[in-house]
């Protein structure tokens, strides 16, 4: 019998997949300062407005909990009756404490659903254990990641897509997609390229495409030179730009010219594409209007036009430097990007309106071709990833490494974290290091160096400690004496190493004191071998005894539609106190 596309929405994978959630949003929303566990023996209790929930916990530093999903329990206040375990029920149970008004409480519980939705499919599925994946391919480690960004609980929400489109276009489906083209009229749409001009830019990216694509113009008595080629994701056409710019297809300034011949994969974060044609090529990055985690995932036509001059910018600096040079950091450039000004939108739609944000593109250099033949990529995600067994694929890295934890764990964060306190300090370049957004090079468990990507949206010059070029100021901001080592604590230490570290402790393979010891002492030897830059360690403290806590839940629960402004999202941003920093000389000693 032919499996349909519920066939995975089975009890027992929803249960054990619930469980699971809710142990990952009772630890977050506890870190986020949102809920107050109260410890009763061994157990913590967290009391609702009908339920009490109940579990056992341990708490790390940057208060950090690792909650058993297997012993969570929720009973009824009133009789003490064991109820079934619900992530809805569980939601609107405390949606007080967690701030949720009329508006976001049912899109925050769609999110959830579809966020579940996912996870069940994986385990119904099956995944590779961590074992395999120590020695997977690329592609097989990124369609088998479960985490995403880690901070969020409701992290898959792809509100927009139906469960056909899922199984098309969803990561973990590993799916294979070919792209649609059109072509654009040339006065209303863009194509700007760091590596060459329009025709020649066009021949490179359209890679195996380009020959069919001139005969289908000739057949249409167009040429090359009369439009701009944009890939669209078969989603966006269908769904966004056939019906919303259906009066510009019929009257011939957008044209259709049908589906590529390239396999593409989504990766992570589902709008860009890995050619699996030709796996040296440009990842390709489209519009797609779902909402996710936070943001409708179009892309801007508005901010295509710097995208590569911007990743020039910061990849001469990153390229050039001699400490960044002796890591073998390296960034993945968007060289090419192009897209539509629609007349009617892009004159009545404010700035940042999704409605501006539907026919875009950019094209992101593979890591392929940078890499040696006995190195293997893979996403950062990957560190945090855990198999249906809950085995760490960290673990067994470090297994296959041949070298202890402590080691391997000074390795990559040589690798990892030594650049990026580097490009803040030296020249106020701040990244959005996530897992998602950094591909490790290994070479037998080992991370020799790394990979940074999503550079034309997610990168900063802070304080204008680097003279930017004047077009290209939207990437500078000034920040606080007290923001600004944040983009490291925050983004890195609290973001992504806190769970690295209670991953490690929890598997046993390195205790999570040894694990800060480490850290600290990595950054530590930076800071001296670059006493040029003493005034700025002292002022931007990264071992200061305390750090602000950032609560990125706390966004997505406020406005999951509109997580930041892109335009400010310093003063977007919310605070629950302080952290005790595990880095700090007092702590890591």
């Given amino acids: 019998m032919e499996r349909t596309t519920i066939d995975h929405l089975r009890p027992e994978y929803w249960e054990a997949e619930t469980r699971r959630l809710l142990a990952k949003a009772i630890g977050e929303f506890s870190h986020e300062r949102l809920l107050h566990p109260e410890l009763s023996g061994d157990t913590y209790v967290v009391v609702g407005r009908r339920y009490r929930w109940t579990f056992q916990a341990r708490r790390l530093p940057l208060d950090h909990w690792i909650v058993d999903g297997a012993s969570l329990e929720c009973r009824d206040r009133e009789d003490g009756d064991e109820c079934e375990l619900s992530a809805a029920e569980f939601i609107v149970d405390l949606r007080e404490a967690l701030g949720l008004n009329d508006v976001v409480l049912p899109v925050y519980l769609e999110e959830l659903a579809s966020t579940l939705n996912r996870a069940v499919w994986q385990r119904a599925h099956g995944q590779p254990s961590a074992s395999e994946l120590a020695e997977g391919d690329f592609q097989t480690i990124e369609a088998a990641m479960t985490a995403g960004h880690p901070c969020f609980v409701a992290g898959s929400g792809r509100l927009g897509m139906s469960i056909d489109d899922y199984a098309a276009y969803a990561p973990e489906t590993a799916a294979s997609v070919r792209l649609e083209w059109v072509a654009l009229r040339r006065d209303e749409s863009l194509f700007v390229s760091t590596e060459g001009d329009t025709t020649t830019m066009a021949k490179e990216v359209t890679g195996p495409d380009w020959d069919w694509i001139c005969e289908r113009l000739d057949g249409l008595h167009l040429t090359v030179d009369d439009v701009h080629l944009i890939p669209v994701h078969p989603w966006q056409w269908r769904n966004k730009i056939a019906i919303a710019f259906a009066a510009e297809i019929a009257t011939g300034r957008i044209v259709h010219l049908g589906q590529g011949s390239c396999s593409y994969q989504a990766q992570q974060s589902i709008r860009t594409f890995f050619n699996r044609t030709d796996p040296s090529q440009p990842y390709v990055k489209t519009a797609m209007s779902v909402l996710n985690m936070g943001f409708m995932r179009g892309l801007s036509t508005d901010y295509m036009e710097l995208t590569p ?50 026919l875009a593109a950019l094209w992101r250099e593979s890591p392929i071709p940078y890499l040696d033949d006995d190195e293997q990529p893979a996403t950062m995600a990957s560190l945090l990833h855990l198999d249906e067994q809950g085995r760490p694929l960290v673990s067994e890295l470090v297994r296959r490494s041949g070298i202890s934890a402590r080691q391997w764990l000074r390795e990559y964060t040589e690798a990892y974290l030594t650049p990026l306190v580097h490009c803040l300090y030296k020249y106020g370049l701040a990244f959005m290091p996530h897992g998602e957004n950094v591909i490790l090079v290994l070479r037998n468990g080992r991370v020799r160096r790394v990979f940074l990507k999503d550079i034309g949206e997610e990168i900063t010059f802070l304080n204008g400690i680097t003279t930017v070029p004047e077009d290209l100021e939207r990437v500078t901001e000034q920040v606080s004496d007290a923001e600004f080592p944040l983009s490291i604590l925050t983004d890195v230490v609290d973001c992504f190493l806190r769970f690295l570290a209670g991953i490690m402790d929890d598997d046993g393979i390195l205790p999570w004191s040894a694990f800060w010891e480490v850290v600290a002492d990595v950054l530590e030897r930076y800071q001296r071998r670059h006493p040029e830059l003493n005034n700025r360690f002292a002022r931007w403290d990264l071992r200061a005894d305390t750090f602000r806590l950032s609560c990125l839940n706390r966004l997505q629960l406020r406005d999951n539609t509109s997580l930041v402004d892109l335009e400010n999202q310093s003063d977007s941003l919310v605070y629950a106190g302080d952290l005790d920093n595990p880095l700090a000389a007092e702590h890591s000693e």
């Fill in 309 to 358: 001059r911007i990743n020039r910018f910061v990849a001469d600096i990153v390229h050039t430097d001699p400490t960044l040079q002796e890591s073998g950091v390296r960034v993945l450039r968007e060289h090419s990007a192009g897209g539509y000004w629609h007349p009617i939108y892009t004159a009545c739609a404010p700035k940042g309106s999704p409605y501006r944000k539907f």
